[in-house]
């Protein structure tokens, strides 16, 4: 069965710092692993999807990379800004649908 | 907007009543899925749906029952919940695994509360 695991579970940064999320997933065998923001009390917005072919993708200040031999995944935000505070999901489909893991809430501070 | 919606936001319900859930999505997909989402826990999944025929029931109590008329509209019924069923439930909507594109959308969630 598929676990999902994400470090730091909480992350305070000063604005303008660069920083690096953690996933980890125990099976290899996935299709796509996905990473999505979250904020207070609402839904889950998509960020970033890795195919399983794929080694990184990018969209703007956002890095995701996926190395599936080592069952792990990064997502880089540079030059970080007060409005990325939120929690940061992984999810990887290995089956019928995504797994995730707990995330990483990030605070950044102006 | 994600493309996806789902009715009421918020809910609050009895023990002994009967209420639904609603999703509905524009994005001409193929799967739906009900997640619940809990304090503390990662989101669970709850529910598959693939062709509209459901393909994953993650070993859910009979007090949640899924439904999916067609491709565009999934819905959750609930009757005799218990506390401990307050959550955020949450849908979403991708094109079917093995797929190309199976990057998967969410609605805003319903927050239910259970008295």
Redesign the interface.
């Known amino acids: 069965k598929q676990e ?1 695991t994400q470090i730091p579970a909480a992350l305070s940064v000063p604005e303008g710092e660069n920083l690096v999320l953690n996933c980890s997933f125990t099976d290899s065998a996935i ?2 692993l ?1 990473w ?1 923001r979250q904020d207070p ?6 960020l970033l ?1 890795i195919q399983s072919s794929q080694r990184e993708q990018t969209s703007g200040r956002l890095n995701a990379s996926l190395d599936k031999s080592s069952g792990r995944s990064t997502l880089y935000i540079a030059a970080s800004q007060p409005g990325d505070s939120a929690t940061y ?1 992984c ?1 990887s ?1 290995a ?9 990483t809430t990030l605070s950044v501070s102006s | 907007e ?1 493309g ?1 919606t ?1 009715t009421p936001r918020h809910l609050v319900m009895g023990m002994t009543n009967k209420k639904s859930l609603k999703c509905e999505q524009h994005l001409g997909h193929n799967a739906m ?1 009900w ?1 619940k989402q809990s304090a ?4 669970e ?1 709850m529910f ?1 749906y ?1 062709l509209e025929e459901r ?2 029931n993650n070993s859910v109590p009979s007090r949640f029952s899924p439904e999916c008329p067609n491709s565009s509209h999934l819905f959750l019924h609930l009757h005799t919940l218990q506390p401990e069923d307050s959550a ?1 439930y ?1 849908c ?1 909507s991708s094109h079917p ?2 797929t190309a ?9 319903t ?1 239910l509360t259970v008295v």
């Open positions: 999902v299709y796509n996905q999505f009390g609402k839904g889950l917005t998509s999807l999901l999810a489909q089956g019928t649908a995504l797994i995730f893991g707990k995330g | 994600t996806v789902q899925y997640y503390k826990k990662p989101l999944l598959v693939s393909v994953e955020l949450l979403a695994v093995g594109n199976t990057e998967a959308f969410f609605g805003q969630g927050r």
